[in-house]
């Protein structure tokens, strides 16, 4: 097995019929990087809400903008970087879903499902081009991805509506 | 697979049958339109099987919980049958598995609404 990562990366239109997209193609990797099921949906999860982050609150919705998503197998790690062309948010003032005060509204759940189901979650503001954000699941040893070698894909997606 | 559902009267109780995916736009959208017009009714007593859902996302949690809580406002009781797996662990991870008063049983679902 080489040590080499895998890479891919895919820009797409900012229409919410892309988040589909986006699983579609996180569903592949995270398959190929080796992991369960249960984890894979947890990894499909992450980035589907982070799609709709990207896409609804960074990009306003606006189909002339664009997310630009990267994923990275490694051989301990899957790292998933999402950016879209937003202002961004702070994620210190993201709210516990949880607490008592917050467990009937209605949204604000999102950023905490990334958390709960990745091993780490980092946002970074990029001067006056957007915001990434870095999603990172731990390889588990006993489980060794199914690593393709230097092969680095890059898939262009226009409209797909 | 967009989302779908269905409506049936079980004695006085709403059965709202969904499948496929409630998540943020076309699925949410339609089960708040339908929640909202059953209460347009008179339809307080509303049980949502989640059976066949295929995807539920943060929004489609979030409408849930504006369901439940749309239909408490106006005095009647709103319940989820049969979670799938994935639906269960997601309503503990987000500490809403208590709210909700949950069954896997259609019949004894029906039977522990309040009767009118």
Not at chain 1, 107 to 135: K, N, P, Q, Y
């Amino acid at each position: 097995m080489t040590s080499e990562p895998s890479v891919v990366e895919v820009t797409l239109e900012s229409d919410l019929k892309n988040v589909e997209v986006a699983e579609e193609i996180v569903r592949r990797v995270a398959a190929r990087a080796g992991f369960g099921e249960k984890t894979q949906h947890q990894i499909e999860m992450a980035v589907h809400e982070s799609m709709i982050n990207a896409i609804w609150h960074g990009n306003k919705n606006d189909a002339s903008k664009s997310v630009w998503l990267r994923f990275e197998i490694s051989k301990d790690r899957l790292e998933i970087r999402i950016r879209d062309q937003g202002n961004g948010f702070n994620i210190d003032e993201v709210p516990d879903p949880r607490s008592s005060e917050n467990l009937l509204k209605v949204s604000g759940r999102g950023i905490f499902l990334i958390r709960t189901f990745m091993d780490e979650f980092h946002v970074e503001h990029l001067a006056g081009s957007g915001t990434e954000v870095t999603l990172i699941k731990r390889i588990d040893p006993a489980h060794q991805p199914k690593q393709g070698g230097t092969d680095r894909e890059h898939e262009g997606h226009n409209s797909t509506s | 697979m967009s989302m779908k559902a269905t409506i049936r009267q079980v004695d006085s109780v709403m059965v709202v049958d969904v499948s496929g995916r409630i998540t943020l736009g076309e699925g949410c959208t339609q089960l708040r339109e339908l929640i909202r017009d059953q209460l347009a009714k008179g339809n307080k007593r509303v049980l949502i099987n989640l059976g066949d859902v295929t995807y539920i996302d943060s929004s489609g949690i979030g409408e849930l919980v504006s369901a439940y809580t749309a239909v408490s406002n106006q005095g009647g009781q709103l319940k989820l049958l049969n979670l799938t797996k994935k639906v269960h662990d997601l309503l503990q991870i987000t500490k809403l598995y208590t709210v909700f008063d949950i069954h896997d049983d259609e019949a004894k679902g029906i039977s522990s609404f309040d009767k009118p």
